[in-house]
């Protein structure tokens, strides 16, 4: 751990200065640092970013002096963890100044059997002559034991990710990690905070830091995945302190929509929201090295790779925006054909996974791809139905709802959004067997009032009532006056048709026929 003869020269430098003396050693045994505090602390100076991976130690060890003896202080455990140390010891210092007691702790794997155990392994000695402590083979032992930890947690090829929780609500949460799995990211591990308030820094206490620390290490997670929002400072602050990569729930929708966009659309208004989402987070390290540009027509006051990197994004922005909004103008052009030709509009709308892509299969015989996860519909799909006493109707399917729904987001989809303004009727889908039913439905309601389609004609269509008794189902019907169908197992289709019919206006029927085996319909 050290040398007699280092462990003496701290300590009568202590005596001399009565304050805190520490060293920081390198695995070799060298002294990479030496630090000096007060008489009842001392600060670690700026040991850089941690290569390697979270699951791997830094390879250095803090030996320092406690003028009284104390034992080792919860800020040096939290130095320890957050820094991760190979570990950290304590030297009493003696009124002769020669060393007396020793006190060392290091990390120490899960304990699975017992999960509230404390996270370190303490060592206690009389004097520095009777420890008995084998640096790099116990440091080797940990990080292969941290390794077999996770890879017995499977998912090697996904990204590891904590999922840290700081809304109180329990379904919010349990929301947040079903967007989590939607990503196609492998939970290592949960993380629940129970302040007040959030730190106005690092989103955290430092109590709680250690713990994000200590369980990335042991589950070999890389990424730190929020349930709320997080300004750019926070996010950075939080990345400096625990060396795992900080996402936050904007972010994380942003990625699920990327994976879905499949049309040129889609992909553009994606783009545009991510770039619009990472604009104000763009720094020194994204953008490498913050020099001034130089060469022909750099020279002078010049420009810095960050501004240079600002003003790009804001060229690509102003670029997307003028395609989304000749988007616009195209969906606009096919709406007015719409009208002019008299054919009704049904948009299904709905809370993300509540069936919307499952009901318009149903409906039309179409192939759609359907899942249950979140925004698996990205790219809005319309199917034009003819019937043969009626005509035709267009069913579109679009995007999933989600509560609070990122401003960002909401902006770069207006031009899909719009088409919801020309519905003649809004089929609101709900998961009538999710226990946060009325919560979803409110989410959906503010979203349709600040997309100013609050006017549309709606229908509410109880989905996955499969799942549910027969008599709860009627029930909640009758409560929300709707319509009770199961789109997976085509029941109830034909009622639901009969009440589109009359919300429209419709004096004939809207079909032929139709029955609980589904709907018959033309796809054109």
């Known amino acids: 751990m050290v040398s007699p003869e280092l462990a003496r020269h ?84 003696l009124e002769s100044g020669l060393p007396g007691r020793v006190e060392l702790a290091h990390l120490a794997p899960l304990d699975r059997l017992d999960p509230d155990a404390e996270p370190f392994e303490r060592i206690q000695a009389a004097d520095i002559h009777q420890i008995r402590f084998d640096v790099d083979a116990t440091m080797q032992a940990l990080e292969a034991e941290l390794a077999r930890i996770a890879s017995d947690a499977g998912d090697t090829d996904k990204e590891r990710a904590l999922v840290v929780g700081i809304v109180p609500e329990d379904e919010h949460f349990e929301e947040m990690l079903e967007l989590v799995r939607s990503a196609g990211v492998a939970i290592a591990g949960t993380v629940r905070q129970k302040r007040s308030q959030v730190h106005p820094r690092t989103v955290v206490g430092t109590g709680k830091l250690q713990e ?80 001034l540009t130089g060469g022909i027509g750099g020279r002078g006051p ?52 509540a069936g ?9 015989g179409s192939e759609v791809e359907a899942a249950s996860k979140l925004f698996m519909t990205l790219d809005p799909t ?23 729904l990122p401003p960002d987001l909401v902006a770069a989809f ?39 389609l609050d006017e549309v004609p709606r229908l509410i269509v109880l989905n996955k009532t499969d799942l549910l008794p027969p008599h709860e189902a009627e029930a909640l019907a009758r409560r929300f006056a709707g319509v009770a169908v199961s789109a997976a197992k085509r029941r109830g289709l034909g009622e639901l048709v009969h009440a589109a019919e009359e919300r429209l206006g419709r004096g004939k029927p809207l079909m032929k026929t139709y029955g609980e085996e589904g709907i018959s319909a033309d796809l054109v």
């Open 10 to 93: 701290l300590t009568e430098i202590s005596r001399q200065l009565n304050r805190q003396v520490g060293v920081l050693l390198g695995r070799e045994g060298t002294v990479r640092n030496v630090i000096v505090g007060d008489a009842h602390s001392l600060t670690l100076p700026d040991v850089g970013r941690l290569r390697g991976g979270v699951g791997r130690f830094r390879g250095l060890r803090l030996v320092h002096t406690h003028l009284k003896g104390e034992p080792l202080t919860r800020d040096d455990l939290n130095d320890l963890a957050l820094l991760r140390l190979d570990l950290v010891a304590m030297i009493e210092v």
């Open 382 to 404: 319309s199917r034009r139905l003819r019937f043969p006493r009626e005509g035709e109707v267009v069913i579109t399917d679009t995007v999933g709802f989600i509560a609070d």
């Open 212 to 291: 994000i620390v200590l369980e990335a290490m042991r589950s070999q997670a890389t990424v730190a995945i929020f349930d709320i929002d997080l300004k750019p400072a926070q996010a950075r602050a939080f990345e400096d302190a625990t060396g795992l990569k900080a996402i936050d729930r904007t972010q994380l929708i942003l990625d699920v929509f990327a994976q879905r966009a499949r049309s040129r659309d889609g992909k553009l208004q994606v783009e545009l929201a991510q770039l619009k989402y990472s604009l104000p987070r763009l720094t020194e390290k994204d953008a490498g090295l913050s020099r």
């Open 356 to 364: 919307k892509s499952t009901l318009l299969n149903a409906m039309t």
């Open 302 to 353: 010049g420009e810095t790779v960050v501004e240079i990197g600002r003003r790009r994004i804001r060229d690509r922005i102003r670029a997307l925006e003028k395609q989304v909004e000749g988007l616009s103008r195209q969906r606009d052009l096919r709406r007015r054909r719409r009208r002019e030709e008299g054919v009704p509009v049904l948009s299904i709308i709905g809370y993300t996974n």
């Open 414 to 452: 207006r031009a899909t959004l719009e088409e919801l303004a020309d519905a003649d009727l809004l089929l609101h889908v709900v998961d009538a067997a999710d226990p946060r039913l009325e919560q979803k439905l409110e989410a959906v309601q503010r979203i349709l009032t600040e997309l100013h």
